[in-house]
C-alpha cells in the first residue's frame, strides 16, 4: 500500500492555479467551473457532495482538483486510485486544502481501509469503468459505517431501445479506448441488485448520455 498524507490550514484554492480538474482520467470532465482567479465545483459534483460530514471516501483520484469540491463539514478525505501518476498529481492537490487528505494505492475491487471506517463512499464515473462491479459494491458495503451512504454520479443506458442497442454494439471499442467504460452498463439497478436502498435519484441527458446523481444507503 502506498500513502501520501497531506494536512494543511491554508484555505480552500481559489487562486485558479489548479484549473478545472477533472472527474476521471478516462472521464476528463471538469469538477470546477469558473475563472479569473475564482473556482467553484460545478452542478453536478456540488450535488454529489452537498452535506457530506465526517470521513469520506472517493474511489478515483483523477487529478487530485476534487479535493476543494468537498464542504467543510468533511473531517477526511481518502481517494482511492491504482495509477501512481495519479496518486502522485492528487498529492500535489491535496495541500491546498484545509481538510485531511489521505491517498491510497488500490482500486475499485480492493478498497484499502479498515470495515465500517466510512460515513460516505463518493463514486463519480467509476462504476462504469469497473471489472467486477458487484466486487466493488461489496467493498463499498463493507467499508460503510452503519448509516453510511453511496453518492454516486455514473452515465446511464439511453431510456431507447435503437440508442441502447448502439451502445452495446460500441461497448466492446468503448471499453478499450476508455479505461474499462462500458456504455451499456445498468449502475442504478446494480446499485439495487447489491442491496442498497436508493433515497434520491436525479436522471438528466449531459453531452447526449443519460446520467444518474443520487445517494443511497445499505438495506
Known sequence: MVALVSQSNE???????????????????????????????????????????????EIGAGDGVKVTCYPAGVEEITLVEPDPFLRAAAGLAAPNVATSVRILDGGPTRLPVPDASCDAVVCSLILCCSPRLETTLAEVRRVLRPNGELRFYEHQPSPKPVLVLAERVMTPIWSRVCGGCRLARDTVAAIQRAGFTIERLDRFPLHGVTHALGNARPE
Not at 469558473?34 to 460545478?42: E, L
Open 11 to 57: 484555505p480552500p484554492d481559489t487562486s485558479g492555479r489548479l484549473g478545472r480538474g477533472m472527474e476521471q482520467f478516462h472521464h476528463p470532465r471538469p469538477v470546477r467551473v469558473g475563472g479569473r482567479g475564482y473556482f467553484r465545483p460545478t452542478a453536478q459534483r456540488d450535488q454529489l457532495l452537498a452535506g457530506l460530514t465526517g470521513s469520506v471516501l
